[in-house]
Nanobody, 121 residues
Framework: VQLQAFGGGLVQAGGSLRLSCAVS????????MGWFRQAPGKEREFVGA????????NYADSVKGRFTISRDNAKNTVYLQMNSLKPEDTAVYYC???????????????WGQGTEVTVSS
């Protein structure tokens, strides 16, 4: 499975960005998808995850109410809509795929290359 994340950039606090993660190589609907982020000097942390069908979505407390995960199974793509961005959201964002549903676990089998998000104050 190959994952390619894109859509990062520089945004002011309070602004929005939408990240996309395009998946290829295997049947997209076989995989649960997660978003993680890693800020400079910090460990990678869970942001959210969406089950294969899209019917269940989990979020980290730090992003609940601000971020929305969705997937388009026809386009083999998962999205992370980020609203009301804060400087502490600055990080490299990674998408990941796994066959079993364990949303916050880091042992996803497949990872994208990451896309950088910088939120200025």
């Amino acid at each position: 499975v190959q994952l390619q994340a894109f859509g990062g950039g520089l945004v002011q606090a309070g602004g929005s960005l939408r990240l996309s993660c395009a998946v290829s190589g295997r049947t997209f609907t076989n995989y649960n998808m997660g978003w993680f982020r890693q800020a400079p000097g910090k460990e990678r942390e869970f942001v959210g995850a969406i089950i294969r069908s899209g019917s269940v979505i989990n979020y980290a407390d730090s992003v609940k109410g601000r971020f929305t995960i969705s997937r388009d199974n026809a386009k083999n793509t998962v999205y992370l809509q980020m609203n009301s961005l804060k400087p502490e959201d600055t990080a490299v964002y990674y998408c990941a795929a796994r066959r079993s549903w364990s949303p916050a676990s880091r042992d996803y089998g497949y990872w994208g290359q990451g896309t950088e998000v910088t939120v200025s104050s």
